[in-house]
């Protein structure tokens, strides 16, 4: 009876060894999904603030080059020389 009760603590053991062993590898892998989903949420947002400062200068040198452009044709017309 001894020596059952020594090999069903040893399976015990065993058991214990292996289910902890899972639980540290689903713990690990949790883990690594919150740490990569949080890379992936990070460099997202720095693409996102990347395209809104490149879409924000953009726009910027357009409504600058129109300016440029519009004051060029206006003083460039005989409109302008109307004024005087």
Do not use: P
Request: net charge negative.
């Amino acid at each position: 009876m001894y020596c059952i009760d020594v090999q069903y603590i040893i399976l015990l053991l065993l058991l214990l060894i292996i289910i902890t062993i899972i639980i540290i590898a689903i713990i690990i892998i949790i883990i690594i999904i919150i740490i990569i989903i949080i890379i992936i949420i990070i460099i997202t947002i720095i693409v996102i603030i990347v395209v809104i400062v490149v879409f924000v200068v953009f726009d910027i040198v357009v409504i600058v080059v129109i300016f440029v452009v519009v004051i060029i044709s206006f003083s460039c017309s005989h409109d302008f020389h109307y004024l005087y």
